[in-house]
Nanobody, 123 residues
Framework: VQLQASGGGSVQAGGSLRLSCAAS????????MGWFRRGPGSEREFVAA????????YYAEPVKGRFTISRDSAKNTLYLQMNSLKPEDTAIYYC?????????????????WGQGTQVTVSS
């Protein structure tokens, strides 16, 4: 089972990036999925999560209104559209697959993790 995150890069404040997370080895269509991040010198923190059908989405307060999580179950791929990026969004972003179909916001509720993709936002 593998989760491959991509789409990170360096942008200026106010810019946009779209992260992708391709799953292989099995289908995750029955599992909730999420994004987490770890900034420089910081603990890993929750960013966004989406239910197994995509009907429910949940965001951390710092990204609400700027980030959008989505999924394409047919492609077994998770996305994170990030707009109006700020320097404080600089982090390594990780995608993860939840243990169940229920939306989750803590790391212990996820059991598969991608390798991370670096996002750097300059002022």
């Amino acid at each position: 089972v593998q989760l491959q995150a991509s789409g990170g890069g360096s942008v200026q404040a106010g810019g946009s990036l779209r992260l992708s997370c391709a799953a292989s080895g099995r289908t995750f269509s029955n599992n909730a999925m999420g994004w987490f991040r770890r900034g420089p010198g910081s603990e890993r923190e929750f960013v966004a999560a989406i239910s197994w059908r995509g009907g429910t989405r949940y965001y951390a307060e710092p990204v609400k209104g700027r980030f959008t999580i989505s999924r394409d179950s047919a492609k077994n791929t998770l996305y994170l559209q990030m707009n109006s990026l700020k320097p404080e969004d600089t982090a390594i972003y990780y995608c993860a697959c939840a243990r169940s179909s229920a939306i989750a916001s803590t790391g212990d509720q996820y059991h598969y993790w991608g390798q991370g993709t670096q996002v750097t936002v300059s002022s």
